[in-house]
């Protein structure tokens, strides 16, 4: 085509050449090496994450059912199976309707501690936080457990100082 003053359009590039091609690719290359750990690591760190928030839930649920019935009732935990619950201390002839049993994530493993000289409370033979009729916890009860991934971060859910509930915290008690 010709313009008004007689000159030609100069020639556009129709595409990319094979070496811009591969420089991109590179880039991408690099900048993905780089991402994908930080995204597998972020996808850890949520799993147990979501884990200590949904343990410290049922502690809460517990405390709440044991004030509202006015019984003790126990925050089992299966540190072998990954598995945990709640469940009356002494539930009548037909079991405790409200019981509850959870399964930890895949990726977290939990554990429990007690520090000091604290003799432990166990529910079925496994260890037990024992949430008493007024909402306080029982002194024999353990005053951490432990969410542990993969990778070896951890978080715990702790006794508060007022040894009337627990929360999550990233230290180790």
Do not use: C
């Amino acid at each position: 085509m010709t313009l008004a003053i007689g000159a030609s359009n100069p020639p556009r590039p129709g595409a990319f050449t094979l070496i811009e091609l591969i420089l991109v690719m590179a880039l991408l290359v690099v900048a993905v090496s780089i991402v994908t750990p930080r995204v597998s690591d972020f996808i850890r760190g949520r799993a147990l994450d979501n884990e200590g928030r949904r343990l410290a839930a049922v502690a809460h649920a517990a405390q709440s059912r044991a004030i509202s019935e006015g019984m003790p009732i126990m925050l089992w935990v299966d540190e072998k199976q990954g598995r945990y619950g709640i469940e009356e201390e002494t539930p009548g002839k037909n079991g405790d309707a409200e019981a509850q049993n959870f399964a930890a994530d895949e990726n977290v493993q939990l554990g429990v501690g007690s520090a000091g000289v604290r003799t432990r409370v166990t529910f079925k033979n496994f260890p037990a936080i024992r949430f008493l009729a007024d909402g306080s916890v029982d002194e024999g009860s353990p005053t951490a457990v432990q969410i542990k991934d993969s990778g070896g971060h951890s978080l715990w859910l702790v006794e508060n100082s007022n040894q009337r509930s627990y929360d999550v915290r990233d230290s180790n008690p």
